[in-house]
């Protein structure tokens, strides 16, 4: 009877449905284990199938008292997976979704123009020669609204000098993360939700970990300058890129909210960080212009 089960079994594998049934379900275990790699869900999923073969095994052999234990634990691991899981299942949700309509809406492609992110690049560069501490989050497809109500609600238009302004540790704003929707800075002094990944190294600070929070929680990207190494960060999925230059962060940048590159887009890039380099030296000029007519004073 069990062979006659497996063989009309493998004959339906012959069918095209059933070709497209295999493909299915091993595209959703395939994106689920992506999902989990590296996270804290890996090791409790591990735990959750060892209980399951463990079952599987006291069934099998006959371990009555082994099985009465773990007869109840199928009945939870439902509602085991909803509570342990959560922040995982959310994350694969919005990343599905984000899949699904990213034919059909690309507003977050292109939304800002190249000169905001100059903006945006120049200010990093700027602070991380202070060693001063910055978080920006730049709001993609998923919305932000209630991290934008948690903080301080500003909706000003974004430049170098407001950017530099609100991280000034001396102001009320420097205490959070800088919130971007399309041009303008929708909100400052916003808290975000911090990883909870125990594979991050124990050299990132709250600032890093709160960027990394929010890229996992949503589609968004973070840009992070340390208080303490003064190091650039750029953040995406979860994942950190540090240590990176003006160059390096702008095309980071670019490349997680600009569409394809054009064929001068090259070009565009060279021209940009000659751009930047240009008045990143002359701000340079002006503050050491500053310091001597300062000393030229005391003396």
């Known amino acids: 009877m069990l062979q006659q089960s497996y063989t009309h079994y493998f004959q339906r594998l012959r069918e095209p449905r059933s070709v497209v049934d295999f493909v299915l379900v091993f ?10 790699r590296g996270t804290r869900a890996a090791p409790m999923a591990a735990g959750i199938a060892a209980i ?3 079952y599987l095994f006291a069934a099998t052999y006959d371990l009555a008292t082994l099985e009465f234990i773990l007869r109840p634990a199928p009945l939870y ?28 809406l690309l507003r977050h492609r292109g939304q800002f123009g190249e000169g905001v992110y100059d903006e945006i690049v120049l200010a990093a560069t700027t602070l991380a020669s202070t060693k001063t501490g910055a978080l920006i989050v730049i709001e993609r497809a998923v919305g932000l609204r209630n991290v934008i109500d948690g903080g301080v609600q500003m909706d000003a238009e974004l430049s170098y000098d407001l950017l530099v302004t609100i991280f000034n ?10 919130v971007i929707r399309a041009h303008r800075v929708a909100a400052a002094a916003c808290f975000l939700p911090l990883t909870l990944n125990p594979l991050l190294s124990k050299d990132l600070g709250t600032r890093h970990r709160a960027a990394i929070g929010i890229t996992e929680d949503t589609d968004a990207v973070a840009v992070v300058v340390s208080e303490e190494t003064g190091l650039i960060s750029f953040v995406m999925g979860g994942q950190i890129r540090r240590g990176l230059d003006a160059t390096k962060l702008r095309a980071a940048i670019l490349d997680a909210l600009e569409p394809a590159a054009r064929p001068d887009a090259a070009e565009d890039k060279q021209a940009s960080a000659e751009t930047e380099n240009v008045k ?4 340079g000029q002006r503050l050491d212009v500053s310091k001597n007519t300062s000393a030229f004073t005391d003396l």
């Open 52 to 54: 399951a073969v463990l």
């Open 169 to 178: 540790p001396t102001t009320p704003l420097h205490d959070g993360a800088v």
């Open 280 to 283: 990143a030296e002359a701000r």
């Open 77 to 104: 691991i439902g509602f085991a997976i909803i509570v342990l899981f959560q922040n995982e299942i959310r994350q694969a949700l919005i990343t599905f979704g984000n899949r699904v309509r990213m034919p059909f």
């Open 27 to 36: 595209l959703l275990v395939y994106t689920l284990l992506k999902v989990i």
